[in-house]
């Protein structure tokens, strides 16, 4: 049975999402309970797992009242942050997996943001959750990992098959698009998806989910290996890491 998945905005900019699969329902991320309650009620869903992509509150803090709400969910979050994080049932470290045929998930390790950040991939469905590693047409402030380590990340998930669908954690997706273009503004592929993102915005939808294979012809930060983008932030001769660096310091301060 294909997945089922629910995008549900929580608090002025989170995505946290319900996804239904053979062997039931689970919740990426907590930024707050009420939407989530009320999402699953609306389907007659009861959620089994939740599963935390990483420590920042704005995607814990509804965990508490998710328990009272569902008895019996199974709370799951990266072990390297645990300590900094709601108790936990099951926590999770890159090579567990668990599910059943399209709800079969792996936690990817996938840090910069923090240390410990994880992402679920569903490789049966073609779905990844990336929280604040990858998102829609950026990524995610560098807090407490290294340049390096979140360069590594991002090659890491280009990597997928580019036909994956990507569910990242905020909706940052106009202002992501406003920086790409100042990086390369006469790119057609920018250009196109400017139309479409502005348009979705206008209808008040989400951004997400957005394929690899669009982010790798439109995201400045899976295209440190490209000249153009070199070029742009005054780095010809760099390495694809030094670019990246260069590319997330001026994201900072745009
Ligand atoms: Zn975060």
């Not at 959750?129 to 990858?134: I, K, Q």
């Not at 915005?201 to 400045?220: F, K, S």
Request: proline share 9%; glycine share 8%.
């Amino acid at each position: 049975m294909p997945l089922e998945i629910v995008t549900v905005p929580c608090r002025s900019d989170n995505y946290a999402y319900l996804v239904k699969g053979d062997d039931g329902v689970c919740i990426i991320d907590a930024p707050e309970a009420a939407p989530l309650i009320a999402a699953a009620k609306a389907r007659g869903w009861t959620p089994g797992a939740l599963m935390i992509t990483h420590h920042h509150g704005d995607h814990t803090e509804g965990t508490a009242e998710l328990r009272a709400a569902f008895p019996g969910l199974k709370v799951m979050g990266p072990k390297t942050e645990e300590a900094k994080m709601p108790p936990l049932d099951m926590a999770l470290t890159e090579g567990m997996n668990g599910g059943n045929g399209d709800a079969y998930t792996v936690p990817l390790d996938v840090p910069g943001h923090t240390l410990g950040h994880i992402a679920f991939h569903f490789p049966n469905a073609g779905v990844i959750f990336t929280a604040d590693s990858l998102m829609a047409w950026g990524c995610g402030r560098v807090f407490e990992g290294t340049m390096e380590m979140m360069h590594a990340t991002m090659q890491k998930l280009a990597a997928l098959p580019p036909e994956t669908l990507i569910y990242s954690g905020h909706e940052y997706t106009l202002g992501n698009m406003k920086f790409a273009l100042s990086i390369e503004p006469d790119n057609p592929d920018l250009l196109a998806r400017a139309e479409k993102v502005k348009a979705q915005r206008d209808r008040g939808e989400p951004t997400v989910p957005v394929t690899l294979a669009e982010e790798l012809a439109t995201n400045p930060f899976l295209r440190c290996h490209v000249p153009a983008v070199a070029r742009a932030v005054g780095l010809p001769d760099a390495t694809p890491e030094q670019v990246f660096a260069e590319v997330r310091k001026r994201k900072d301060s745009f």
